[in-house]
């Protein structure tokens, strides 16, 4: 799936939003692709996933687990582990922190890929990867639908991403002119 084909489904979905919006790392953005709206249609979302399995069974193959960061990564990691048989787990933050929980099971030989929605500073991978690290966990890459870092983006493991797409941020006492101009609005979930 090309990168334009990726972008027209976030835009005919109605989920590239254009503005002055405060991103979960509290960085400031005139763009905010809001993929519960992508998600809301099973068919688009199947498409996008099917194209990031096809890509995690080249780049990481022997994948046996998938764990996403809750509640963002949860639907996307779900769909793209159907796609390769695999079972799909999350994890929950409790107290500030992530953790495994509901039963969920990683066998020390498993090979866990986290699965995650959008990327922007990699935080909530690289949280969910220090969590599963701690039970012993083997996690041998991480994989996105949209790196929005442009690949700038440290998550502790390989990132795997269906596209890049560099999407401007700024600190909030670093923002552009215009942007500064426009008040700001907090659509993410952190």
């Not at 590239?16 to 992508?38: D, N, T, W, Y």
């Not at 639908?145 to 998550?155: F, P």
Request: include cysteine; charge should be negative.
């Amino acid at each position: 799936m090309t990168r334009d084909e990726v972008l027209n489904i976030f835009r005919a979905c109605g989920a590239m939003l254009e503005g002055h919006f405060i991103l979960s790392s509290g960085l400031r953005s005139p763009v905010f692709l809001q993929k519960a709206r992508v998600f809301q249609y099973a068919s688009e979302t199947e498409k996008l996933c099917r194209a990031l399995a096809e890509r995690i069974r080249t780049e990481v193959p022997g994948v046996t687990k998938f764990v996403s960061p809750a509640i963002g990564g949860i639907i996307p990691g779900y769909e793209t582990a159907r796609h390769l048989g695999v079972p799909s787990l999350y994890t929950e933050r409790v107290e500030g922190r992530f953790e495994l929980r509901r039963g969920f099971e990683i066998a020390p030989d498993d090979q866990v890929v986290v699965v995650e929605d959008i990327v922007s500073t990699g935080l909530s991978i690289r949280e969910c990867v220090e969590a599963l690290r701690a039970i012993g966990a083997n996690v041998v890459a991480a994989a996105c639908l949209i790196d929005r870092s442009g690949g700038e983006a440290d998550v502790g493991v390989p990132l795997v991403s269906l596209i890049e797409y560099k999407v401007p941020a700024s600190p909030v006492d670093q923002l552009p002119p215009d942007l500064a101009a426009i008040p700001p609005v907090k659509p993410g979930s952190r």
